[in-house]
């Protein structure tokens, strides 16, 4: 969630929305639009092409019928007239009958689709091509009769029909007296079906799907490709009660058509997929034309957004560093837009910055170099105010040579403590200074305190703030051994620590502390500041300080203290090699 709402809040991303909503959105809704519009008027022009190329194999079909029932013409001949009404002496008749089939056999266009034609009385009496003149069964001649006036509108009647084992149509009419109006006869015309075949074969090959004629009474016609699957249509109302008109079966596009001349509906079954192929094709050529344009798009994006990001991103990687605490950073302009004046601004920032910081961390040394001097102007005469007492005992005791010896370990003392006004100097020089203190306080304390050194000889020739060792010695005597009856010792241990700093760890067998005032000592290490310089820890406070405001943390002291049995004192500070003239140090 914390991803999604950093990747949502970065500003390439809220422009990357801005964009999509602002170019590519419309982008996608025009081409949706477009191909929705696109798909209605292609789909709305293939079914009127479909319904047109039926309708146009439905009067292809009608021209045919046409064609033929012209030599209904021979029907109302005087001649034949003459032979259906006349019982006897009709063979002049017949043969200008038969002679009039045979010219216009050669006159009309579709005659060779003839295969037979037969003019029949009512009493049976009959005349063809095949047969000329004959009576026909009465089986045959009540079929032909029963089928030609049961049709009240006394239209051609049009039935399926074999002739010679070959299908064929079977075209009847009616012959009425010119004068009565009185049917004295029919007309009957056997057609080939393969001429109807030939139109659905030839229509089929040039357009897909398949073809079905149905006469009026739903019998099956003709079907091209032969032996063709039809789709089985679960509502036929829809076609029986209109005339023409167009609908979808599922994945078939059905239209169909029913001829005014014969009431044959013609059905073409269509693949849905055939018929919007052309949307189909339109639908990909857009998604390809707006796919391109929106990668096109983003590609732009890309480049725009690079040339504003990447400058946005270098400034906020400066930024970071200089948070961090890098003020030697700056951003190199190459433009002079509003980033780079941005960039210019930075660099003046940091520069500005880094200049009140160097400022300020002088202010900062100068003060840490006057706090140190103040903290040993503080000891110094803190030390010297107990050993001249000791001295001005020793003189009343009349006691000269000690006089001299408690003389002499202080001039050396203060060789030290001054060292020509230098922090620094070697710890073999600190601990030296620790002997001479020790010398001047075994006078004072002769009978109750004894002093042992353990030292590693490898940390003497490092480095040490002077004076930083004589306040913990001091305070091991006067706020440990001092209270204490019986004989005292301090112990001065020296050593590397395991982290490969220095320690050295002031003992005594003191009266010690109580846990209250060993908490209330480390406090005050802790915050730098001597309650009550009265109570003890005044000297420890100082030397903590001077220690941190020179090395910093973890460096300083560290204190233990057990009631009735003596206090440890550890100072640690870290490894650094003196480079300090010691000739120089000590010459006068």
């Given at each position: 969630m914390k991803l999604i709402k950093s990747v949502v809040s970065s500003f390439r991303a809220k422009l990357l929305i801005t964009f999509f909503i602002l170019s590519v959105l419309p982008l996608i809704l025009i081409g949706m639009i477009s191909y929705s519009k696109t798909y209605n008027i292609i789909s709305e022009n293939s079914y009127s092409l479909s319904q047109l190329q039926t309708e146009r194999v439905s009067r292809e079909f009608d021209d045919v019928i046409q064609e033929i029932n012209r030599f209904a013409e021979i029907g109302k001949m005087d001649s034949t007239l003459q032979f259906l009404i006349d019982k006897e002496n009709t063979a002049?008749?017949?043969?200008?009958?038969?002679?009039?089939?045979?010219?216009?056999?050669?006159?009309?266009?579709?005659?060779?689709?003839v295969m037979n034609i037969r003019i029949i009385g009512l009493d049976g009496k009959a005349i063809s091509e095949d047969h000329g003149v004959h009576q026909l069964d009465n089986q045959t001649y009540k079929n032909l009769l029963t089928t030609t006036f049961?049709?009240?509108?006394?239209?051609?009647?049009?039935?399926?029909?074999?002739?010679?084992?070959?299908?064929?149509?079977?075209?009847?009419?009616?012959?009425s007296n010119g004068e009565s109006k009185e049917v004295i006869g029919i007309m009957n015309i056997i057609i080939k079906a393969s001429g109807f075949k030939d139109i659905l074969y030839d229509t089929s090959t040039q357009l897909s799907g398949t073809f079905q004629v149905e006469s009026e009474n739903g019998d099956t016609l003709f079907i091209s490709p032969e032996f063709a699957s039809v789709t089985e249509i679960t509502d036929r109302n829809m076609i029986a009660e209109k005339s023409s008109g167009y609908f979808s079966e599922g994945s078939?596009?059905?239209?169909?058509?029913?001829?005014?001349?014969?009431?044959?509906?013609?059905?073409?079954?269509?693949?849905?997929?055939?018929?919007?192929?052309?949307?189909?094709?339109?639908k990909s050529l857009i998604i390809l034309t707006v796919g391109t344009s929106i990668i096109f798009i983003i590609f732009l994006y890309f480049i725009i957004t690079s040339k504003l990001i990447l400058p946005?991103?270098?400034?906020?990687?400066?930024?970071?560093?200089?948070?961090?605490?890098?003020?030697?950073?700056?951003?190199?302009?190459?433009?002079?837009?509003?980033?780079?004046?941005?960039?210019?601004?930075?660099?003046?920032?940091?520069?500005?910055?880094?200049?009140?910081?160097?400022?300020s961390v002088n202010e900062q040394k100068q003060l840490k170099i006057a706090e140190l001097k103040t903290m040993q102007a503080q000891i110094n005469p803190h030390f010297l105010y107990n050993t001249l007492e000791t001295i001005i005992w020793m003189a009343e005791a009349k006691n000269t040579p000690k006089v001299i010896e408690i003389t002499k370990a202080l001039s050396h003392f203060f060789r030290i403590s001054l060292s020509k006004g230098k922090d620094l100097i070697l710890l073999k020089d600190e601990i030296e200074h620790i002997r001479n203190y020790l010398v001047i306080q075994k006078m004072r304390y002769q009978d109750i305190l004894d002093v042992t050194f353990h030292l590693n000889e490898d940390i003497l020739k490092y480095e040490i703030i002077k004076l930083?060792?004589?306040?913990?010695?001091?305070?091991?005597?006067?706020?440990?051994?001092?209270?204490k009856r019986g004989k005292g010792f301090v112990r001065i241990k020296g050593d590397f620590t395991p982290e490969g700093y220095i320690c050295i760890d002031v003992i005594d067998n003191g009266i010690g502390m109580s846990e209250e005032k060993l908490e209330d000592i480390r406090l005050q290490l802790s915050r730098?500041?001597?309650f009550d310089k009265d109570k003890g820890g005044f000297g420890m406070v100082n030397v903590h300080n001077r220690i941190q405001l020179h090395y910093g943390t973890p460096f300083g002291l560290k204190i233990n203290s057990w009631y009735g049995s003596g206090t440890r004192v550890s100072l640690i500070i870290p490894v650094v090699d003196g480079d300090i003239n010691e000739e120089d140090l000590f010459s006068r």
């Open positions: 002049d008749e017949a043969k200008i009958i038969l002679n009039m089939i045979e010219h216009y056999r050669e006159s009309f266009q579709y005659s060779e689709y049961n049709n009240q509108q006394r239209s051609p009647v049009i039935k399926s029909t074999y002739k010679n084992s070959t299908p064929a149509l079977s075209l009847t009419s009616t012959i078939t596009f059905v239209v169909f058509y029913t001829s005014e001349l014969t009431g044959w509906k013609f059905i073409r079954y269509t693949p849905l997929s055939d018929i919007t192929k052309d949307t189909t094709e339109i946005l991103r270098v400034l906020q990687y400066k930024m970071n560093q200089a948070s961090s605490g890098d003020f030697t950073v700056k951003i190199n302009n190459h433009s002079s837009d509003e980033i780079a004046q941005l960039g210019q601004n930075f660099n003046s920032m940091i520069y500005k910055i880094k200049t009140l910081l160097d400022k930083t060792l004589q306040p913990l010695v001091e305070n091991a005597i006067y706020h440990g051994i001092k209270n730098g500041i001597p």
